[in-house]
């Protein structure tokens, strides 16, 4: 059975420069995988810069590091600096698009996030997840809601709180791909998908040794409600999970515990 999974990242090349292993990983493992970005961002001053044609460009660029990763690519025109002026209809938007792809798991932004476009699109897509068959007047008998939510990290300094339950550990081939799908990025943005590289490695490298594997990405389990037959995304990714030491987190020696 392939299994449908949608990733949701903020902008054009989220996914690609935080989280870049995990998607590849998932897409190996023969799920169908959607990344949905509702931002374009066709108003940064670097994209306005390309030139009249740098919108294509830039959708182009994004589109094929969405196949290096083995996934689909989805981007929307919403703009970064005015996506607070248009949530409803973002909203609006993707719950005609969950409901007609219906994944079996979502990963999505962690809402504490010091990036505001961030934590609105984590707010909506939380929202989307849990109301889809109320926000559209079509019936969608067949939607049965993800069984499972995710949230991926972005910059190590950038979100607050984030404490992962488990990493996904990364291999050379699952490494190949992310280096291919920011190297997508060099036509438009070549100091991005350098400096996009370098963040995905230093986080790799980060977890990696926190959890004793060469190189890991991190997740936080969401819900929507704890699954008691075993989580789904253990199912599809074996091995490749392995859980964090809560005790390196929690610990304190003024608790006393």
């Known amino acids: 059975m392939a299994y449908k999974v949608l990733i949701v990242g903020a902008h054009h090349e989220e996914i690609e420069a935080e989280c870049p292993n995990i998607a ?13 970005n509702p931002i374009g961002g066709w108003n940064w001053t670097a994209i306005r810069d390309l030139g009249p044609n740098g919108r ?45 792809f219906n994944p079996d798991i979502v990963l999505m932004h962690w809402p504490k996030d010091e990036h505001t476009d961030h934590r609105l699109v ?28 995710y949230a991926f990290q972005t910059g190590l300094t950038q979100q607050y709180h984030f404490i992962p339950d488990f990493v996904v550990k990364c291999d050379e081939r699952t490494m190949g791909m992310a280096k291919k799908c920011v190297d997508c990025f060099i036509p438009t943005m070549p100091g991005g998908a350098k400096s996009w590289e370098k963040n995905f490695r230093l986080k790799a490298a980060y977890w990696g040794k926190y959890s004793g594997t060469e ?30 030491n809560f005790e390196l987190y929690y610990y304190n020696s003024a608790l006393e515990i």
């Open 56 to 100: 294509e460009r830039t959708i182009e660029d994004a589109t094929n590091a969405g196949k290096a990763l083995g996934c689909r690519k989805v981007i929307w025109d919403f703009p970064v600096a005015a996506a607070n002026r248009y949530a409803g209809e973002i909203m609006d938007k993707m719950a005609e698009f969950v409901l007609d």
């Open 24 to 36: 590849a990983a998932l897409a190996l493992a023969g799920c169908e995988v959607i990344i949905l």
């Open 215 to 244: 190189a890991a990405e991190a997740l936080k389990f969401m819900g929507p409600s704890l699954p008691m037959d075993g989580f789904l995304l253990k199912k599809i990714l074996g091995d490749r999970i392995v859980p964090t």
């Open 122 to 149: 984590a707010k909506i897509t939380r929202h989307v997840l849990h109301t889809a068959p109320n926000l559209v007047e079509k019936r969608y008998p067949e939607y049965h809601g993800p069984y499972e939510v």
